[in-house]
């Protein structure tokens, strides 16, 4: 996939589980769900992050702390 090269529906279904990815993140971070429940659940986050970077990054050039939990969760997997 090139997340450089993503139609407006295709970018708007990545912004949601980008969404997601976040809430379920910022949970772990606060210890209400267990990161090794997260790793069982969706064991594909690194890969997630690492193919859509550059998706993240130009977000990050208006939103700086964007999927800021989501790479701190990714950095955390095995």
């Given at each position: ?27 772990v ?39 800021r ?10």
């Amino acid at each position: 996939m090139d997340a450089t090269a993503l139609t407006g529906d295709d970018e708007e279904a990545l912004e949601d589980l980008l969404q997601k990815l976040e809430l379920v993140a910022l949970l772990v971070r606060r210890g209400l769900v267990q990161c090794d429940d997260v790793v069982d659940l969706f064991p594909s986050v690194p890969l997630i992050i690492a193919k859509v970077q550059p998706f993240i990054d130009r977000r990050r050039l208006t939103q700086p702390s964007y999927a800021r939990h989501t790479i701190a969760l990714a950095g955390r997997y095995p």
